[in-house]
């Protein structure tokens, strides 16, 4: 029997990638339409890479015990998925050699498709954690909705929605960073251990205090400077309640297991983020930077994107009816990770920590780094 030799064109199947590019198969794709396929099915493979690195990070982190070894292996991944997102917002530069007259002479043949129906967006922003009650309409239209009903006629349709229904039932990203979160070492106190809600709540209390003497030299020296200095201490006082309800968890409804719950999961940030020369918390605190960069990257390339879709079209209606500018500019608005970018408001000077209780515990080689 004779074997196949291999070759370049036949790993990368570029007879198939090559011819892909068909449009609707009526025969007649100009150039600039051509260019206007290429760079969205650029994107389509870049955000399937980007799926597939995602659920590397989740896997790991939704594991019930999360080896130290395993965390920088989760940064990696979110690593990568982060220089993607900065292709992508360059990859803006490439489309917009599209001109909005370029762009007209075949736009009515994409009604009513439209990029509102990238399945793997959708997907994406599943996988990651947006909340169904976040997810923003265009009219009356639910975008998940929509896919669903053209899954009843489109085989294509089928497809993308069986992908959605299947993100719907994983762990997502932020689940999994919660579950990992929650069982963090806060001085030294596990949540299988005995008396571990007082450490934590002694733990937070003590923050706040120490951080309200740094507050109260701030406010003095700008209500000293200020022609309503008790506007400027309302203003301070106001900010520490803030900081003090959200730490607590007192936004959070439901059980008080709940509470409890989101209350750790937030004392660990501030934990991880306040002792990060830690040698157990390193890695971590990375891991939490590198998802704070991820949504990041994400909101730059949701408004690139809307850039340049005004720069294209100006404020007309989106192909899929949607209100196009209007509608994306709106989805930059869109925090996965809240608790991850609000905690940076919470921290205090080293000098105004508590001090670290068992910090033996942080080292190097201790089971406590098993989370």
């Given at each position: 029997?004779?074997?196949?030799?291999?070759?370049?064109?036949?790993?990368?199947?570029?007879?198939?990638?090559?011819?892909?590019?068909?449009?609707?198969?009526?025969?007649?794709?100009?150039?600039?339409?051509?260019?206007?396929?290429?760079?969205?099915?650029?994107?389509?493979?870049?955000?399937?890479?980007?799926?597939?690195?995602?659920?590397?990070?989740?896997?790991?982190?939704?594991?019930?015990?999360?080896?130290?070894?395993?965390?920088?292996?989760?940064?990696?991944?979110?690593?990568?998925?982060?220089?993607?997102?900065?292709?992508?917002?360059?990859?803006?530069?490439?489309?917009?050699?599209?001109?909005?007259?370029?762009?007209?002479?075949?736009?009515?043949?994409?009604?009513?498709?439209?990029?509102?129906?990238?399945?793997?967006?959708?997907?994406?922003?599943?996988?990651?954690?947006l909340e169904e009650a976040q997810r923003l309409h265009y009219?009356?239209?639910?975008?998940?909705?929509?896919?669903?009903?053209?899954?009843?006629?489109?085989?294509?349709?089928?497809?993308?929605?069986?992908?959605?229904?299947?993100?719907?039932?994983?762990?997502?990203?932020?689940?999994?960073?919660?579950?990992?979160?929650?069982?963090?070492?806060?001085?030294?106190?596990?949540?299988?251990?005995?008396?571990?809600?007082?450490?934590?709540?002694?733990?937070?209390?003590?923050?706040?205090?120490?951080?309200?003497?740094?507050?109260?030299?701030?406010?003095?020296?700008?209500a000293a400077l200020s022609d309503d200095p008790d506007a400027?201490?309302?203003?301070?006082?106001?900010?520490?309640?803030?900081?003090?309800?959200?730490?607590?968890?007192?936004?959070?409804?439901?059980?008080?297991?709940?509470?409890?719950?989101?209350?750790?999961?937030?004392?660990?940030?501030?934990?991880?983020?306040?002792?990060?020369?830690?040698?157990?918390?390193?890695?971590?605190?990375?891991?939490?930077?590198?998802?704070?960069?991820?949504?990041?990257?994400?909101?730059?390339?949701?408004?690139?994107?809307?850039?340049?879709?005004?720069?294209?079209?100006?404020?007309?209606?989106?192909?899929?009816?949607?209100?196009?500018?209007?509608?994306?500019?709106?989805?930059?608005?869109?925090?996965?990770?809240?608790?991850?970018?609000?905690?940076?408001?919470?921290?205090?000077?080293?000098?105004?920590?508590?001090?670290?209780?068992?910090?033996?515990?942080?080292?190097?080689?201790?089971?406590?780094?098993?989370?």
């Open positions: 029997m004779n074997e196949t030799t291999p070759t370049y064109w036949d790993y990368l199947d570029l007879p198939t990638l090559l011819n892909a590019q068909s449009g609707l198969g009526d025969g007649n794709i100009g150039p600039d339409e051509l260019h206007f396929i290429i760079v969205h099915q650029a994107y389509e493979l870049w955000f399937k890479l980007v799926l597939s690195q995602v659920r590397l990070a989740r896997d790991h982190l939704v594991l019930p015990e999360v080896p130290e070894e395993a965390v920088p292996e989760v940064v990696h991944n979110i690593n990568r998925v982060n220089e993607i997102m900065r292709l992508a917002v360059d990859q803006m530069k490439v489309m917009e050699t599209l001109t909005p007259l370029d762009f007209l002479d075949f736009r009515d043949k994409l009604v009513p498709s439209s990029g509102f129906q990238s399945f793997q967006m959708r997907e994406l922003e599943i996988l990651l954690g009219g009356k239209v639910n975008p998940l909705t929509h896919i669903q009903k053209l899954a009843e006629t489109s085989p294509g349709g089928a497809m993308a929605w069986g992908r959605i229904e299947a993100a719907r039932n994983e762990v997502s990203l932020r689940e999994a960073l919660h579950r990992w979160l929650y069982r963090t070492p806060i001085q030294g106190s596990t949540p299988d251990m005995e008396g571990d809600e007082d450490v934590v709540m002694e733990f937070l209390q003590a923050y706040l205090d120490r951080g309200a003497e740094s507050r109260n030299i701030q406010a003095d020296r700008l400027v201490r309302a203003r301070f006082a106001g900010m520490a309640e803030s900081a003090r309800a959200f730490m607590m968890a007192e936004d959070i409804e439901g059980s008080e297991a709940k509470t409890n719950r989101i209350r750790r999961i937030r004392a660990a940030l501030l934990f991880v983020e306040s002792y990060r020369e830690l040698p157990l918390l390193a890695w971590p605190r990375l891991l939490v930077d590198t998802v704070v960069e991820l949504e990041e990257q994400i909101v730059i390339w949701r408004h690139r994107h809307a850039r340049m879709v005004e720069r294209l079209i100006g404020r007309r209606v989106g192909t899929g009816g949607s209100a196009g500018v209007a509608y994306l500019d709106k989805t930059t608005a869109y925090r996965v990770f809240p608790e991850l970018w609000a905690v940076r408001s919470m921290l205090s000077p080293r000098r105004a920590r508590p001090e670290v209780k068992n910090v033996e515990l942080y080292a190097f080689g201790d089971t406590v780094g098993k989370r």
